[in-house]
């Protein structure tokens, strides 16, 4: 079996610092396109249209951490209802796998956000939420450095639209038996205590749920991140 490109899509407020020893592995983290669309499917669609121009949709491995799991589930589920073609496998990582885990708390601060400044949103990033949220996360001091770097690169406009589509996400039952019919593998690698996303319900088979608080796996549990590509590199998602 040949080896399928692997492509990244990064969390709200994330970039490709998160993702970088799987890009130092040969994995892609495609620029993100101007989140104009009216919600996260069609938001989805323009990005895996980027995708297919770049040969980067079929057959790809698509890991989405976090909202870049929505992104990749609403993709590949309107390809599917479509029969279009399919990636792979997707690999969710700290990603919501249906609508309900977007819970009130973040809808809540998407509204508020609104309403707040951009240069104090991106202060904020960089000076107070990096730090306690590294810590919430169980990070090391050359993590939490990274961490804070990241925060400082935080492209504010993007990630209060993103966030927005992020929290009027739809995503069913339905949606995810219409991927793995159409043949893609679906793997997903989520804490138990997810500071972010509340961890997926127990009767969601196939999660491998690392114990304790955390949320930015890519870095904490690389290898678990790992294991999971490779299983959706060398096999095929069977009829729920």
């Known amino acids: 079996m040949s080896n399928p490109p692997i492509v990244c ?6 970039n490709a610092r998160l993702l970088a020893a799987l890009v130092e592995q040969g994995a892609t983290v495609p620029a ?5 669309a009216p919600d996260l499917a069609a938001y989805a669609a323009r990005v895996r249209d980027n995708l297919i121009a770049q040969s980067l949709w079929h057959d790809a491995v698509i890991v989405g951490f ?3 799991g929505q992104v990749a589930l609403s993709a590949a ?3 599917a209802n479509r029969g279009l073609p399919m990636p792979r496998g997707i690999v969710l990582v700290s990603a919501p796998r249906r609508s309900a885990a977007i819970v009130a708390r973040f809808r809540r601060q998407v509204l508020l956000s609104r309403a707040l400044p951009a240069p104090l ?3 904020a990033a960089a000076h107070l939420v990096a730090d306690r949220f590294g810590k919430a996360c169980g ?8 961490l804070r770097a990241m925060a400082g690169e935080l492209d504010v406009p993007l990630f209060k639209r993103q966030a ?8 069913t039952d339905a949606d995810e038996r219409a991927i793995r019919d159409a043949g893609t593998a679906i793997e997903h690698v989520h ?11 127990s009767d969601i088979a196939g999660v491998v749920r690392v114990p304790g608080r955390a949320h930015l796996l890519t870095w904490t549990h690389a290898g678990l991140v790992d294991d999971a590509i490779e299983r959706a590199r060398v096999s095929r998602a069977t009829s729920a």
């Open 121 to 123: 949103i991106g202060w």
């Open 66 to 68: 976090s909202f870049g």
């Open 32 to 36: 993100w396109p101007e989140p104009s």
């Open 139 to 146: 990070l090391d001091e050359p993590q939490r450095r990274e």
């Open 191 to 201: 804490a138990e205590r997810d500071p972010v996303i509340p961890a997926p319900p």
């Open 164 to 171: 927005q589509l992020a929290a009027r996400w739809h995503f």
């Open 77 to 79: 589920a309107r390809a």
């Open 9 to 14: 899509l990064p969390g709200l407020g994330a």
